[in-house]
C-alpha cells in the first residue's frame, strides 16, 4: 500500500469539498480531494441555482466568483402564486439591500474545479472504496483505491463532504449521533429546458394539482419543476405531461408559458434531516453529509458552503496557533443555521406542495398563510430575510 500525507484530507467533490479545498489553498493548508465519480459526471449533474448573497461575497473574495459575478443573473424578488394571483415579494427591499444570484451549481462545481486544478491541489477523481479510520486519535488515516492501487492518506483532520449518501457519516460509531428527520409524500419533477424564461423572476406556484416552480440559469434556459409522487419514475412523466401540467399550474389569464426542447430531467424526492454532533474526534462532516433540507427553500447549497466557511476559518486559527476554540464550536455554530433553514425548507414546503388527499381544513390554513405572508410586511420580510439569508443566528 502506497502511503502519503496531507493536512486536511476532503472526502468529496461537490460544492462543500471544493470549497473547503479552496479556503485551506488560500491559507497555505494542504489538502487532497478524493471523489468517487467521474470529473464528467461530477460537471454534469445539474442540481441547486439560488446562490444567497453572503455565499456570492464568500466566492468572489474567495477569487472563485469571477464568472459567477458576470453571467449569474441577481434577482430583487420572487413571485409566490396562488387562487389564480400572482404576488410578489420584494426581497430586497425587506432584506436590507440583500439579493440573490442565480447561478448553477453546476456551473459553481466547474469553476471550482477549473480552480483547484489550476493552483495544483490534488484532486482525485474515480476514487473506490474509501474508508475512513482511527477518526478518535490524533492520526487518522483514509484508505482507498486509484487507478488500480491501494493508497492511504494520512492526515490530521478529514472533512466528509461526501453527501447525503457518503461514507464518512456512516463511519461514526454506533450511539455517538443524534439524527432527525422527516419524510414528505412529495417529489420534485425537475427539467432544464432550451426556451427563454417567461418570468424575469422566480415564481413558486400554489395549485390545486400540486405545487410548481418557474425557474432559471440564463436568458434561454429555463428551470422548472413540478410537484410529483416522490416514488415517480421520470419514464412517467415525458415531456408532454410536464409541460401540460406546468401549464395548468403555473398558468394565468393574460400570461404564457413558453415550451422549448428538454435538455435534462429528473425526480428528487424530499426529506429533511439533521445528525448532530457534525462532529466525531478527527472527523468533521459539512453540507449534504450532515443535513438535508426540502428544496423548496433553496438552502441546501447555500447550508453546505456556510458549513465550510466556518470549518475553514476554524482550521486556519487551529493550524496556524493550535486554537482549537473554532473548531470546538464547529458543530454548534453550523447547527444555529442549520435548524434556521430545516425550519424556513419545512415552512415553504408544507406552504405551498397538495399532499394527495388534502384535508379542507389544512387547504384553508395554506391559503390563508399565503394570504399573509403576501399582505403583512412583517410576514413578508419573514420569508425574505430567510429566503435572501439571515446574517445574524
Ligand atoms: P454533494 O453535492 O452531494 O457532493 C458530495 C460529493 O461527494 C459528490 O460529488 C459525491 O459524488 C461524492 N461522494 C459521495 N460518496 C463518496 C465517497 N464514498 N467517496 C468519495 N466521494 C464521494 N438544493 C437546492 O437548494 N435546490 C435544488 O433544486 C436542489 N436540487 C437537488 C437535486 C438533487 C438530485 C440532489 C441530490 C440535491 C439537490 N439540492 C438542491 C441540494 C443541493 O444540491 C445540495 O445541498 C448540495 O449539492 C450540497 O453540496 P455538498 O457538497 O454537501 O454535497
Ligand atoms: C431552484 C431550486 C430550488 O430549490 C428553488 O427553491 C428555487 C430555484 C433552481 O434550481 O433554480
Redesign the pocket.
Known amino acids: 500500500m502506497n502511503t502519503t500525507r496531507t493536512q486536511v484530507a476532503i472526502v468529496g467533490a461537490g460544492p462543500a469539498g471544493l470549497t473547503l479545498a479552496h479556503l485551506l489553498h488560500l491559507e497555505g493548508i494542504d489538502s487532497v480531494v478524493l471523489e468517487d465519480r467521474s470529473r464528467e459526471y461530477v460537471e454534469a449533474r445539474i442540481r ?3 446562490l444567497e448573497q453572503a455565499i456570492v461575497d464568500l466566492l468572489v473574495e474567495a477569487g472563485a466568483g469571477e464568472r459567477l459575478q458576470r453571467e449569474g443573473l441577481v434577482h430583487h424578488g420572487i413571485e409566490l402564486q396562488f387562487a389564480g394571483e400572482r404576488h410578489r415579494i420584494p426581497l430586497s427591499d425587506l432584506a436590507g439591500g440583500r439579493a440573490i444570484v ?1 447561478y448553477g451549481q453546476t456551473e459553481m462545481v466547474k469553476d471550482l474545479i477549473a480552480l483547484r486544478l489550476a493552483t495544483g491541489g490534488p484532486l482525485l477523481f474515480e476514487v473506490d472504496n474509501v474508508s475512513v479510520h482511527d477518526l478518535d486519535t490524533g492520526r487518522p488515516v483514509v484508505r482507498y483505491r486509484h487507478d488500480g492501487r491501494e493508497e492511504e492518506l494520512e492526515c490530521d483532520v478529514i472533512a466528509g463532504c461526501d453527501g447525503f449518501h457518503g461514507i464518512c457519516r456512516p463511519s461514526i460509531p454506533d450511539g455517538i449521533l443524534s439524527e432527525f428527520s422527516r419524510e414528505y409524500p412529495f417529489g420534485w419533477l ?1 427539467i432544464l429546458a432550451a426556451v427563454a424564461p417567461s418570468s424575469d423572476e ?1 415564481v413558486y406556484a400554489h395549485n390545486e394539482r400540486g405545487f410548481a ?1 418557474l ?2 440559469r440564463s436568458p434561454e434556459l429555463s ?1 422548472l419543476y413540478v410537484q410529483c409522487r416522490p416514488d415517480d419514475d421520470v419514464s412517467e412523466w415525458p415531456d408532454d405531461r410536464v409541460w401540460e401540467e406546468l401549464q395548468l399550474r403555473l398558468g394565468l389569464d393574460g400570461w404564457t408559458l413558453a415550451e422549448g426542447p428538454v435538455l435534462e430531467k429528473g425526480v428528487t424526492g424530499m426529506r429533511s434531516y439533521v445528525c448532530e454532533p457534525m462532529r466525531y474526534g478527527r472527523l468533521f462532516i459539512a453540507g449534504d453529509a450532515a443535513h438535508i433540507v426540502p ?4 438552502k441546501g447549497l447555500n447550508l453546505a458552503l456556510h458549513d465550510v466557511r466556518v470549518l475553514a476559518e476554524a482550521l486556519v486559527d487551529w493550524f496556524r496557533s493550535a486554537n482549537p476554540v473554532g473548531l470546538d464550536a464547529y458543530s454548534d455554530t453550523c447547527l444555529r443555521r442549520v435548524w434556521r433553514a430545516e425550519h424556513f425548507s419545512w415552512w415553504m414546503t408544507q406552504m405551498l406542495h397538495r399532499p394527495e388527499e388534502q384535508d379542507a381544513f389544512d387547504l384553508k390554513l395554506q391559503l390563508s398563510q399565503l394570504r399573509y405572508v403576501t399582505s403583512s410586511p412583517a410576514a413578508a420580510t419573514a420569508l425574505a430575510e430567510n429566503y435572501v439569508g439571515l446574517t445574524s443566528l
Do not use: E, M, Y
Open positions: 441547486a441555482g439560488v442565480i425537475g422566480l416552480l425557474s432559471l428551470r428544496p423548496t427553500g433553496a
